[in-house]
């Protein structure tokens, strides 16, 4: 069984299986599929980061396993064409990701005496995240070549946004992205992991 | 801008994000889609106790 770490173009001195000039870089001889734990999962990003900074790459969603080679020329091959749009789409450029807590842990939904009365919360919810998004995401997404925004995605956060930019911009869109809000916590440079879907 | 890499970052795009491949030669995404959950869970009572 193979582990799959990435699909992207060929870099010299990485075990991969290629097929025409895409390459799928993989581990070999993986018992089993990986726990998603903490350690596991940093490996992961460590691996695809890696391989990020040699040259452009499509990471693979965590535990992604091939039962043999075959397998894998077959999915290169009969999803060349949309790997080759994605890596052109990512090539050069990195992620930056944004996340913005609520200031005062929200709108909350959590206990409300009737189903009505929280899905009211709910809603009210999603709608200052909305405003939130509007305000501090869009002016950043304009500055981006492709954006992905996220509402709510978690208890604590009002969005979550990913930024596909320039890798010679990238420090500069983090400082900017920082210092628009103090609400927001800005990651990165990610592999291209929220445009290879 | 460091590299500051927390749990949440990691699942949300590890787990949420990348090429997904689909059909007979998936062996293990199915059963992680199923962990996640507990997972994210466990990250939101880790939030919660900090």
């Known amino acids: 069984v193979i582990y799959v770490y990435a699909i992207g173009d060929p870099q010299p001195g990485v075990d991969a299986v290629c097929e025409g000039d895409l390459a799928a870089f993989v581990r070999r001889g993986v018992a089993r599929p990986p726990a998603p734990e903490h350690e596991a999962l940093a490996r992961h990003d460590r691996v695809v980061a890696s391989l990020a900074e040699r040259g452009a790459v499509l990471p693979m969603r965590f535990g992604s396993l091939v039962d043999g080679e075959r397998g894998l020329r077959e999915l290169l091959t009969e999803r060349g064409d949309q790997l080759r749009q994605q890596l052109d789409h990512v090539r050069g450029r990195v992620e930056i990701g944004v996340r913005a807590v609520w200031a005062d842990r929200g709108p909350c939904p959590s206990p409300a005496p009737t189903g009505r009365a929280f899905m009211q919360a709910k809603l009210d919810r999603h709608r200052a995240a909305q405003r939130k998004a509007d305000e501090l995401h869009e002016p ?39 210092s628009s809000a103090d ?15 | 801008v460091t590299r500051e890499v927390t749990l949440v970052d990691l699942l949300d795009r590890l787990l949420g994000g990348g090429v997904v491949i689909s059909g007979e030669i998936t062996l293990a995404v199915a059963d992680v889609d199923l962990v996640q959950v507990s997972l994210r869970a466990l990250v939101a009572s880790v939030d919660a106790v900090r």
Do not use: I, N
Request: hydrophobic share 45%.
């Open chain 1, 140 to 178: 950043l997404a304009g500055l981006a070549a492709d954006s992905v925004l996220t509402l709510c995605p978690h208890a604590d956060t009002a969005f979550s946004a990913a930024y596909l930019v320039e890798r010679a911009h990238a420090e500069s869109f983090a400082q900017r992205a920082s």
């Open chain 1, 183 to 197: 609400e927001l916590t800005v990651t990165g440079p990610w592999p291209p992991y929220s445009f290879s879907g």
